[in-house]
């Protein structure tokens, strides 16, 4: 898939393409959805498919500070969006400048002039422009205007209620990642470089990866049982589709995510156990899967008792895996 990161580096697509535009925020399973029928059609156009999402998102350049916790960052959105066989991602710095263009402009100057959409598809409630006075409306007759098609995405529902990014939050807060996994259509994962930290793990017995999560919120805390993956260790994964030639590996342990209030911890941090590995893993890109949520993260009065109880945890733990 090709990253096309700002409109300045978007060069004009003189073929034209077939699009969507969204945060698509987890890439969950509705969004895969969405993105499936995108490549369907793109094959039978014979044109390449469009993904444009916007850095940062617009509700956090609006209101960083009420904005919710994202639940992917961008380069784990683009690996989903990737595997879903997308051609292309269009990444617009959403910014001061973005946000003063008007819809008229955005549709002739963006859809039209640079990327020659002749197929795009929008949820029915989508809004752009400055003041949000475009919407799907304006997209219909913009379409008949300038020759190309505009459609609906029908809204995707798992046990009769509709799958959003906000109801994977809300499966996170409450531990339930069963519901979370089939939100999602995999587990919920975070991948990051594995940096050193004060190694204090390792005096009371538990060594850590310690992984920075580089966001002030995280959409899951707590501690979980966990599966590794990595390419760099030949921990193979497979993000979305099974494909048997291609074997799944990976390294169980558990893991802390949150802010480590019994040593006062100032930055979110990821920090993950492993059972049974003994090697290096500092500068690795890895992928952590969350399978199941043992406890929330809590303030030990000794650094004694936070040891006690990662022992229950690692049986805890065990014991999920053993099933």
Same mark, same amino acid.
């Given at each position: 898939m090709e990253i096309i990161r700002g409109l300045h580096n978007l060069q004009q697509q003189v073929s034209g393409c077939v699009a969507t535009i969204g945060n698509f925020d987890g890439v969950h399973a509705g969004h895969q959805h969405i993105l499936t029928q995108l490549h369907a059609r793109a094959r039978a156009m014979n044109l390449p498919s469009m993904v444009i999402t916007f850095e940062p998102q617009p509700q956090e350049f609006f209101s960083a500070k009420s904005a919710p916790a994202r639940l992917t960052r961008f380069r784990d959105k683009a690996e989903v969006i990737a595997d879903c066989a997308i051609d292309?991602? @269009? &990444?617009?710095?959403?910014?001061?400048?973005?946000? +003063?263009?008007?819809? %008229?402009?955005?549709?002739?100057?963006? @859809? &039209?002039?640079?990327?020659?959409?002749?197929?795009? +598809?929008?949820?029915? %409630?989508?809004?752009?422009?400055k003041g949000r006075s475009g919407n799907f409306i304006t997209l219909l007759e913009s379409g008949k205007k300038?020759?190309?098609?505009?459609?609906?995405?029908?809204t995707f529902a798992l046990a009769n209620e509709r799958v959003s990014s906000t109801r994977i939050r809300q499966a996170l807060e409450t531990g339930d990642m069963e519901l979370t996994r089939q939100l999602l259509k995999r587990p919920y994962w975070m991948s990051g470089h594995v940096q050193h930290g004060a190694k204090r793990?390792?005096?009371?017995?538990?060594?850590?990866?310690?992984?920075?999560?580089?966001?002030?919120?995280?959409?899951?805390?707590?501690?979980?049982?966990?599966?590794?993956w990595g390419k760099d260790l030949g921990l193979c994964k497979n993000i979305i589709n099974s494909d048997a030639k291609s074997p799944q590996q990976g390294l169980n342990g558990i893991a802390n995510i949150g802010f480590r209030p019994t040593v006062d911890g100032q930055k979110g941090l990821l920090e993950v156990h492993l059972f049974d590995f003994?090697?290096?893993?500092?500068?690795?890109?890895?992928?952590?899967?969350?399978?199941?949520?043992?406890?929330?993260?809590?303030?030990?009065?000794?650094?004694?008792?936070?040891?006690?109880?990662?022992?229950?945890?690692?049986?805890?733990?065990?014991?999920?895996?053993?099933?």
């Open positions: 292309k991602l @269009l &990444v617009i710095h959403f910014n001061e400048s973005f946000s +003063q263009l008007s819809a %008229d402009y955005f549709v002739q100057h963006i @859809l &039209v002039a640079k990327l020659a959409v002749q197929y795009l +598809q929008v949820g029915d %409630d989508f809004q752009f422009g300038f020759a190309f098609v505009v459609e609906n995405t029908p793990g390792r005096t009371i017995g538990f060594p850590t990866a310690n992984v920075p999560l580089h966001r002030d919120t995280p959409a899951v805390s707590g501690v979980f049982a966990v599966r590794l003994k090697g290096d893993l500092y500068g690795k890109l890895v992928h952590v899967d969350f399978l199941h949520k043992i406890r929330d993260e809590i303030k030990f009065a000794s650094f004694e008792r936070l040891k006690e109880q990662i022992l229950n945890d690692v049986v805890e733990a065990k014991a999920y895996f053993s099933q």
